[in-house]
């Protein structure tokens, strides 16, 4: 059986004859656990790790750790009683969150377990899971806002009617099941596994998983969190908050700019301290005015005096709930951006932009570059020729500039960025899977796989890309650098997706509104984006140092 747990005891005490037979001799590793352990050697490699690890931890448990939607609420009634209770926080999550921390943690429980089946193949249907998952959410937020525009007629306002029931939880969960099913029936045909039991039981976890999940969460509705800080200030609700309290859409504009290890309270006295010396001033002048009998300046300064007085009188009436909560003891620890947003909030959201962007373009990337180069290598001559062209067609396009015309044109959307980038950026994969098919075709191997009446698709990618790949993985995790730069530029420039926190948004704020440097938004954004290419480039150049013989023979 694939699945029992696999268990090895050496012998406590072998004989010499034993020795020779090769019996308690350490079972050799294959090549991919031996260029792991060569990696796992060198001190960049151990820090390009722990911090792609953290940055993954972010972009998965973000919603858990930075959300302006209490862990619980409770309602309270006459004398303090509690009459009901729900979790704000939970309602809140969307369909993808729900996945990525259910994902995450069965995904490693899955992984670390000492099962028969190879952790090769325990990697590749998680990733057939993620990917059945992932075209899933997409495809089911589509339908859903196509569905909820209020220019539907005829049947299609009947069924967004139908499904909009708020009893009908297990219509949605039905329309998630109709939209995920070809997607796996598609994967169930991918030989991901061997067995065809095991292909079934993957693809069928995934479906349900992903049908509850989009279903359950099929339309999100806008949530007032400021309605949460008030209700709690008059004693209507008693709440508890995660460690961070604050969602990256959650915008307070008398916060904006405040500086780091700046709490509420902090910020208020400061505000109101400034509003009090410019209250000062503007009296200073209308006393100053009407000592010299300048009437017109005078009249002018008390103009200036009376509105002052009433921003003061505005600030305090929108800060009393504020200060009257929880959320006054709330320490900034990055401090806030040009919209009054918390810094550290939306760092976190940002992981999963830049994970989402990088591995979802260089996984495109690498199955159509895979695709045209073992076609090119396998085939060669005109075939070679001709596909070639196209591949250094693509190599002319500037990605940078066609994604800023997309952004004028298109929907600036994440699904956008990520096609447009995966579908231009395969030249390397190609050119690496060419030449290594080029080398492959005419070994012993490929020629019994022809001689054997094997069909083309498992001459390919059953028997040569296993050995010609290792280019390619070496590559993509610098094309994933090279993905999270060109998003980060394009939200630096203001065309990224809408409404979605990023590392280069926070960057271009830094001498956004305010007109002045704002050096905590330069510097944390900043060093989030240099250490995460930085880590990529490190884990590639280990990873090509470790499976390439003649410079592991250099080393030596």
Not at 218 to 234: H, I, K, L, N
């Amino acid at each position: 059986m694939p699945w029992q747990i696999r268990e090895s005891r050496m012998p406590d005490a072998i004989s010499g004859v034993e020795a020779m037979r090769g019996i308690g001799a350490a079972e050799a590793r294959g090549f991919w656990a031996d260029a792991w352990s060569r990696v796992l050697k060198g001190r960049p490699a151990l820090f390009a790790i722990a911090w792609i690890g953290l940055v993954a931890m972010g972009a998965v448990f973000a919603p858990f750790i930075a959300n302006a939607n209490p862990i619980w609420l409770e309602v309270l009634g006459p004398g303090g009683t509690v009459t009901s209770s729900r979790s704000p926080l939970w309602d809140s999550l969307t369909a993808a969150d729900i996945l990525l921390f259910c994902g995450a943690i069965a995904g490693g429980l899955w992984l670390s377990l000492p099962l028969a089946m190879p952790r090769g193949e325990r990697l590749g249907a998680l990733v057939v899971m993620a990917v059945i998952a992932g075209v899933t959410i997409v495809l089911t937020s589509v339908a859903a806002d196509w569905l909820d525009e209020p220019t539907r007629t005829g049947w299609t306002r009947e069924l967004a009617r139908w499904i909009a029931d708020p009893q009908g939880h297990w219509r949605r969960v039905m329309c998630a099941a109709v939209i995920a099913l070809p997607i796996a029936g598609l994967a169930f045909m991918v030989p991901f596994l061997l067995s065809a039991r095991g292909r079934l039981v993957t693809v069928t976890l995934a479906l349900a998983a992903v049908s509850l999940a989009a279903g359950s969460r099929w339309q999100s509705s806008p949530v007032d969190f400021d309605r949460y800080v008030t209700d709690e200030a008059v004693g209507k609700i008693r709440c508890v908050y995660t460690l961070i309290p604050w969602s990256p859409d959650r915008l307070r504009s008398e916060l904006i700019a405040v500086p780091p290890m700046t709490s509420v309270a902090r910020a208020y006295v400061a505000k109101d301290a400034a509003a009090g010396r410019e209250f000062d001033r503007f009296a200073a002048a209308v006393a100053k005015a009407n000592r010299d009998g300048n009437e017109e300046l005078a009249a002018r300064a008390r103009g200036d005096v009376e509105q002052v007085a009433r921003q003061r009188a505005s600030l305090q009436r929108e800060w009393k709930p504020l200060l009257a909560s929880p959320f006054a003891a709330h320490l900034f620890l990055l401090g806030t951006d040009s919209n009054g947003a918390d810094v550290l909030a939306q760092l976190l959201w940002a992981c999963r932009l830049s994970i989402s962007v990088g591995f979802v373009s260089t996984g495109i990337a690498v199955i159509i570059g895979v695709t045209m180069g073992s076609i090119m290598g396998y085939f060669g001559g005109k075939v070679d020729l001709l596909l070639f062209r196209v591949v250094e067609i693509f190599m002319a396009v500037p990605v940078l500039f066609l994604l800023i015309v997309a952004a004028g044109v298109l929907p600036r959307s994440t699904y956008v960025m990520m096609a447009i980038i995966g579908c231009l950026s395969w030249t390397g994969a190609a050119r690496f899977t060419r030449a290594e098919f080029m080398k492959l075709r005419h070994q012993d191997f490929v020629q019994g796989a022809r001689a054997s009446g094997l069909p083309l698709r498992s001459i390919l990618f059953r028997h040569m890309l296993p050995n010609g790949v290792t280019p390619v993985l070496v590559d993509a995790s610098f094309a994933i650098a090279g993905a999270i730069i060109a998003e980060a530029t394009l939200s630096y420039l203001g065309l990224g997706p809408d409404n979605q926190a990023s590392w280069g948004k926070l960057l271009s704020s830094a001498t956004g509104t305010t007109g002045t440097f704002v050096w905590w938004l330069a510097i944390f954004p900043g060093a989030a984006i240099f250490f995460s290419v930085l880590a990529y480039n490190i884990l590639g150049g280990s990873l090509r140092d470790a499976i390439d013989p003649k410079l592991r023979k250099a080393a030596h």
